[in-house]
Nanobody, 117 residues
Framework: QLQLVESGGGLVQPGGSLRLSCAAS????????MGWYRQAPGKQRDVVAR???????NYPDSVKGRFTISRDNAKNTVYLQMNSLKPEDTAVYYC???????????WGQGTQVTVSS
């Protein structure tokens, strides 16, 4: 079964940190560009971090300097380190994989991140 499974979400106070993980099963991530997206209630799903198959990264201004995406192909896992969290970071976070060869793509089921005091 081909799937992405996110973990690591939860409740954190403003200024705190969380690390999300996205583990792939049924396929290897080596040739996939990976991304983390988030969706708050009533809002569209937006990208928060991307990493190419070669390791190049990019971020929107809203999270630049606070979020870091990384990948460990040996573990078939992608991570999102989130620091200096703000209440506006509250959302469901989704992992996304897209093949650089076939453009096949997969979504994870999402993990809730809540930033509140």
């Amino acid at each position: 079964q081909l799937q992405l499974v996110e973990s690591g979400g939860g409740l954190v106070q403003p200024g705190g940190s969380l690390r999300l993980s996205c583990a792939a099963s049924g396929f290897t991530l080596d040739d996939y560009a990976m991304g983390w997206y988030r969706q708050a209630p009533g809002k569209q799903r937006d990208v928060v971090a991307r990493i190419s198959s070669s390791g190049s990264t990019n971020y929107p201004d809203s999270v630049k300097g606070r979020f870091t995406i990384s990948r460990d192909n040996a573990k078939n896992t992608v991570y999102l380190q989130m620091n200096s969290l703000k209440p506006e970071d509250t959302a469901v976070y989704y992992c996304h994989a897209v093949s650089a060869v076939t453009w096949t793509n997969y979504w994870g089921q999402g993990t809730q991140v809540t930033v509140s005091s």
